[in-house]
């Protein structure tokens, strides 16, 4: 299967769903990383410009660590909108990763760009399989077929996961994913006082709880009629 | 009354309301069917410009077999946005119908356009009346009064309908009405493996046996301030 | 047709539905007030057994008020449960007023006996139309057919109304039914601090405000299979 | 896998589960049906206690085709209740199955006896697996373990599925599991203008056009702690 | 602390939020109402530029009696947008107030400026405090920080409010503020046969009895991550 | 203030609530734990009468540890019923505490037992303070006042916190509490692969996570009429 996961800044991946994309790699599916912006706002200090460059090279680093694909949205940090210009760059990205499942924010998290992120992707979903689009860089993919998933919310909040995937396996990886971001370590501590790390572990740690395993991310479906619900016997 | 229905796209209204409408149309209101994008990306092979012209006939022939208006918007099909220049447009089509009752699409429902159809109808709301919006077609029409009451979702999905009308003895009319869009029979089967004819039948039937009458259309009320909600003795 | 609205207590339904009831009665349907519990507990003074004679006046005086007739379902006040007893004593008061249409408290107010009261409604629905339940005093009457509604919660809280009545006109008369209650003005003032007219007047008010009248009542509809909804034409 | 649906009427299971149930048998799994009452008050001129033993027979006849094993639990049919004598009796059904899979009714579905059966079902949950419970004809099975899923109501009225399973393969075996409750033809169709081999049917056809296939019957999953959630990778 | 309230139209502030900010003065607290629209469509017959000019004098004269600080967003009325523009816009407004609490309207109001205002706070929380935002007039303020509440709907329509603030003490002062918006008295009368004073005393009675006292004003609390929400002990 | 917290199990308390009771003492407050049931069911080998015992033991160790009352409700375990005998006890428990504020387990939480003890606190609400209540042990206490609060489900399966109380100090003597709970560090273990410490601190840290301090215990606050609901300027 091809798997797509779209996120609105760098690292929100390695956070929310790296776990799940590593057990995908192992079973020998191509899995695919989009970042829709460059978080070229995420410091205080450094230079836009030139923290936008830092971070596509640690998305990178951590998407090579596991053989997945980067695509590299590069929208301007802390400006997406569901507007006409961002829905056709997000048709371009469903169309690169022609995708059997999708992860992506879910529209209740607490950052603007992770909201609208998700709202682009439940908008893009039909124009990514229609040809005649205007404007497009690409040609359509296949049309409907493709399962969105939304990511857990940071501090779960406003979120209650429905579906669970044991990442106990393989949270050492993810965590030297989430490694590559070092431009975040700081940043966020200074900023937010957030030990990113510990964020990760406590989170993935809550989640198994509730699921009965060390270490889990947590997930709902979009449902919504032609989304090529799952009609297999339970569970 | 009044009675305005506005739509994405050509057959949204055959498949979701039309049974409504024709009961409105049999007791001797005016019924205006409006149509917001021309549904010209509705095939994988004919030119967009083309199916445009095509829908449109089709649309107004099935208005003609009730003898309801019809108001075409003509907005590039999948391109709606709430954003202010298809705010202009839409209130411009609700003071063309003045309406005393208005149905709409759900914010819920799968297509992008479906939600953003209503949610234009639920902003447009209270522009419709006032008489200084500037760049507008169109005079003011009646401000506020009109009731607002959702169309059902596609495969019912999301939506849990509060009102069912009884559409049993017009339900062949209503068959009559989507077989005038012979242009989608063939690409809806193609693109997405569905009968349309079938699709009806079978929501009608559903919401019908969960009201207790043959066949049925669902909807529920958007409730707001100043929307002039029903006050009758129930039911 | 005939329309029974069932409470917990004496003054319950004076507060949350006899504006719609002399609505009712007004245009000539058969009204009947079935009062669950006698009310016994309501003073911090007064032996519970002559205050549940009292009230038991009082109530009779209400209902005369309006040509409506009484059921005294005398269970002990505070001490509603939905078991097999009281579930028996609630599907006579069903049989004994064959209902078109039901008022009764909704699952979410704030004391246990509304609560329960609206639990028994909705549990002994079936029942009252099926012959063979054992132990009942009074025959089947019709199956199925009425339909339920739920009464506003006291201040509104956890609440939120889908159909309003207009009573306007006969709020006055509202008043007077209230007016019956002699023995609750004291009673709620000392143990409650509230002053009952003062209380159906803002509550009235407020939903009037919100449906677009002066004063209204709220209410929601059970929704459930077999229940007779409506299927009229909107609204 | 054991997988054990628990119901309230005979006759439920066909109605909502039959299809998922086949599938189970065919890949193997040991399968078991509790009719949790002898739906003995389902007519309304067959005395109760001759009714029950017809409907006992029908029952056996429906879990002998697919070769299941049926659990009778001989309850008064519109007498379920959430109390001690019922809450044992659930008890020893879920010791009797020790399943892996509990399907049951959802807590909002319409009768009484639906919305308690799925309540005992979580209630008794635990205490399958207690050695210590008294009074419980059989020992303690597995403690936690099994995953509970609730069945769709009927109309679908207040239901939402979240998982589907695609039964068109198995549809017609369905409707022979159904064909063996004869004695409530008849009496659907004249107690409440239902006919039961149309009900399934529609159902079947809607949830499946949701779903993206022909027929299938829906679920929602009862997510509560150590209930051994799912963990696999998705879908 | 700084408090800040941001309502989309002059007199919104005053009908949902003047008691609460009267009592923050009270207690020597720095407030400041930031009204987003000019109000200027306000008016059937009033020329919109003259309107706009009235209107910030009767805001700046409301405020001025609690000595709070205005700021005018001067957005044409009718006319919010979570676009771009009105983003700046906003952060800018969050900046100038660097607030501790923030007031603003709820998403799901009537009035689509409302629920857009709403949306731009929740949108513009996080670039308050970033320094590199570009096109802002305004430094970054404090990052994160501020907890936000939202104001109650009117009519109560669609809102359960979490939080009731005691006005009781303040309300005729929260009168003398609604007393200052004179060009609405008419306006509200005519268009939409609304008195504005009896609609706040309705108001503030009905959440009043609610909570427990005369007056109260409804709130719920905004809860995401990273919003610096109470961890007091309770109440 | 008078607190008391109601939960159905020994060590309840402990997990969900006791970093809040001991800020409560630290400040001088009055607390009370009342533990409904004796947990004797809560070992596969202990007989069920010794290990009830035991547990009191351990309970009154954990109270005495930072000086709050013990109330011992002593029902079997696994067998709490919101029928009319636990109505009774738990009447008599509110009405010993006379509290200020209740703590006690959602109605949504995983074991039968919580659910139950919760529906019982909000049914017992009103009787704690009306005199004639027959066949209890106590006289009446206030009526009314007390505010209730839900604590958090395990997992948080189903719970969404609107209260957060930061407890990173007192974290340590919550840890000692539950210490004193000896039996069932090997029970949990063995039952339900259950690390006590481990749970405790894992969920305390998420809440504290999105509360943004280190531990917190989460709460939602049971709104209802004449709750005497909190009406401060807020925060």
Not at 32 to 61: C, H, Q, W, Y
Request: glycine share 8%; charged share 25%; hydrophobic share 40%.
């Amino acid at each position: 299967m091809n798997i797509l996961c779209v996120a609105a800044h760098p690292d929100d991946i390695e956070i929310l769903c790296a776990g799940t994309l590593i057990r995908y790699v192992n079973e020998g599916h191509q899995v695919t990383m989009a970042v829709f912006t460059s978080g070229n706002m995420g410091d205080a200090v450094i230079d836009p410009e030139k923290l936008g460059r830092i971070r596509e090279e640690e998305s990178r680093a951590a998407a090579a660590l596991i053989g997945a694909k980067l695509i590299w949205g590069n929208v301007m940090d802390e400006h997406v909108f569901p507007d006409r210009e961002q829905r056709r760059l997000m048709i371009d990205i469903l169309r690169e990763a022609d995708p059997d499942i999708i992860f992506t924010h879910s529209p209740s998290d607490y950052h603007p760009d992770h909201r609208y992120v998700g709202q682009l992707v439940f908008d893009a979903y039909f124009q990514k399989g229609l040809p005649h689009i205007p404007d497009q860089r690409l040609p359509a993919c296949r049309f409907g077929h493709a399962q969105v998933y939304f990511m857990d919310n940071l501090g779960g909040i406003g979120f209650q996961p429905t579906e669970y995937v044991d990442i106990s396996a393989v949270f050492e990886t993810k965590k030297k994913m989430l490694a590559c971001h070092k431009s975040q370590f700081e940043a966020m501590q200074q900023l937010a006082s957030t030990d990113l790390f510990e964020m990760i572990e406590v989170q993935a740690r809550f989640r198994g709880m509730a699921a009965g395993c060390r270490y889990a991310e947590g997930f709902t479906r979009l449902d919504a009629f032609q989304r090529g619900l799952t009609k297999r016997v339970l569970p």
